[in-house]
């Protein structure tokens, strides 16, 4: 338990660092979520006599709103900063490498499934949208990543282009694909 305690304590510290320092930027990213989730949920009102449809549109706009707040909030550092300090205190962060590696690996053939499973899905009929579902599986792959936080996904994530991070690009990229998706959605309704 005492371990625990410290680890707490040293995960508050560099949460509460990343808390001081959100800017402008941040209420970008979060306004882009509630954006994305406010088209989902006016095909959730629209759909709502189709069952699927009406749940797909309800979750994702749940999902687009919990990574919105998470931009702000920095659940996903706070976990991994605990999860990181618990390793050192117990002695076997020097060994986190292979299961970063593998999670990384298995992050990503779990997307190419998921990615095949919606195609099969869409194809089928039931979901209402292939950009939304993409740009949701990506949102939540991106999510996945970060919280993984092995060095080099985090140097790929975090490096600048044009003055913004690559992840940050990404998350933009897959809000459009949303927003580009529920909008279509609409205007066939």
């Known amino acids: 338990m005492d371990t625990f305690i410290e680890a707490l304590a040293a995960a508050t510290d560099v949460w509460e660092d ?24 006016l095909n959730a009102h629209i759909s709502r006599q189709n069952r699927q449809a009406h749940l797909f549109w309800y979750l994702g706009a749940a999902a687009l709103c919990l990574l919105g707040v998470n931009t702000v909030l920095h659940a996903d550092l706070f976990v991994t900063q605990l999860l990181r300090s618990i390793a050192k205190l117990q002695g076997w962060y020097a060994q986190r490498r292979s299961f970063q590696y593998a999670a ?9 499934l998921s990615i095949k499973g919606l195609r099969m899905l869409l194809s089928a ?19 996945a990543v970060r919280m993984v936080s092995a060095h080099s996904t985090d140097l790929v994530l975090e490096l600048r282009l044009g003055g913004i991070s690559v992840g940050r690009l990404l998350d933009f990229a897959s ?12 205007r066939l309704h």
């Open 18 to 41: 990343a808390i001081a320092q959100l800017s402008w930027h941040h209420g970008i990213v979060v306004l882009a979520h509630f954006g994305a989730a406010w088209f989902c949920l």
């Open 104 to 112: 990384v690996l298995l992050l990503g053939l779990t997307f190419l």
């Open 175 to 186: 809000i459009g694909l949303v927003i580009h998706g529920a909008r279509n959605c609409l």
């Open 125 to 143: 009929g039931k979901l209402p949208s292939e950009p939304v579902a993409i740009g949701l599986a990506a949102l939540l792959l991106l999510f």
